[in-house]
């Protein structure tokens, strides 16, 4: 398996527009997780699924943010309007069940300007 | 509030010589405890899981310890490669999610 893979590797955009952020996770597993990752605060998640249904969504900072998994091998995170505090790096992580270790994307690295 | 403290945030060796980072943490039962390396610009790989008090797993050059209160990732005779931002994260009982809760990490350089 490839890992889990996010799209795209860097994002800069202005202030009010919408982004998109995607993730593929690891095939079978059946948890995926978003985190946000800034030298102020850490990682910090923001949402996770279990099957592709939304568990925990209290970490996503404001109605600007918002993630979908409309299928097992496939989730977004979007940010509408974009801010620029909301510049940082998003990683996605899957698991296979709890407790078990998570597998990391390489990141998107989101500058808001 | 559960909670993840590491020390020190950075530490500089000479190749060869060992050392230990701390992660001391709080939580309301401890289902897992995990390290993770990151390198500049890449995602977190995952290194150790630790499950209970009394507990080590070795991988090279590092060796992960758990008690009650805190982990230790001991490094043996580190080289450059090792040079890394060392992550631990707690998964708590009480929570029955997968919510993995991190440390700000420790950025070792292990100087030739």
């Known amino acids: ?62 109605d600007r943010f918002s993630a979908k998994m409309p299928n097992a091998s496939f989730s977004t995170l979007k940010i509408q309007p974009s801010e620029p505090r909301d510049s940082a790096v998003y990683f996605c992580a899957s698991s296979l069940g709890v407790p078990t270790e998570a597998f990391f994307g390489q990141g998107t690295r989101l500058t808001v300007v | 509030e559960d909670q993840v403290t ?34 500049p610009g890449k995602g977190p790989e995952f290194l150790f899981t630790l499950y209970s008090a009394g507990e080590e797993k070795e991988k090279e050059r590092l060796k992960a310890t758990l008690t009650k209160k805190e982990s230790f990732l001991h490094i043996t005779a580190p080289k450059p490669e090792d040079s890394a931002t060392y992550l631990c994260a707690v998964q708590a009982r009480s929570s029955n999610t997968g919510k993995l809760i991190f440390g700000q990490g420790t950025t070792l350089q292990v100087k030739p």
């Open chain 2, 6 to 39: 590491q020390s020190p945030e950075a530490l500089r060796l000479q190749e060869g010589e060992s050392s230990s980072l701390n992660c001391s943490y709080t939580v309301s039962g401890l289902r897992g405890l995990f390290w993770y390396r990151q390198d």
């Open chain 1, 1 to 62: 398996d490839a890992g889990v893979i996010q799209s795209p590797r860097h994002e800069v955009t202005e202030m009010g527009q919408e982004v998109t952020l995607r993730c593929k996770p690891i095939s079978g597993h059946d948890y995926l997780f978003w985190y946000r990752q800034t030298m102020m605060r850490g990682l910090e998640l923001l949402i996770y699924f279990n099957n592709n249904v939304p568990i925990d969504d209290s970490g996503m900072p404001e």
